[in-house]
């Protein structure tokens, strides 16, 4: 069995990633792709806990985020749908959506 430690620690370094990601991309999609490897490091974290305690609560909680995390694609991709047929295009730094 792997101990909780490592896989909270990879957690982590997988939540660094997706949060240097979205904040230093510039395209919507890899925008999107960060914020779910930062779900999926939480996702993590919730069932190396669950292991570590011997509680099914943190499982419960990453199927939830699952769910969640789907909604968001879904989401997402809509509007970015929208905005590439408004704009033309999905970068995030030629899209002035709020300052009209």
């Known amino acids: 069995m792997i101990d909780p430690a490592w896989v909270s620690g990879l957690a982590a370094i997988l939540f660094i990633i997706g949060l240097w990601g979205a904040f ?41 985020a699952i769910a969640i995390a789907a909604g968001e694609v879904a989401i997402g991709l809509a509007i970015f749908l929208s905005m590439y047929g408004q704009h033309e295009t999905i970068s995030l730094d030629e899209v002035n959506l709020l300052k009209n």
Request: one cysteine or more; glycine letters at 4%.
């Open 24 to 64: 230093s991309r510039k395209n919507a999609i890899v925008v999107l792709m960060c914020i779910e490897l930062m779900l999926n490091a939480v996702n993590l974290q919730f069932v190396a806990a669950a292991s570590h305690w011997g509680d099914v609560t943190g499982w419960v909680y990453a199927v939830f």
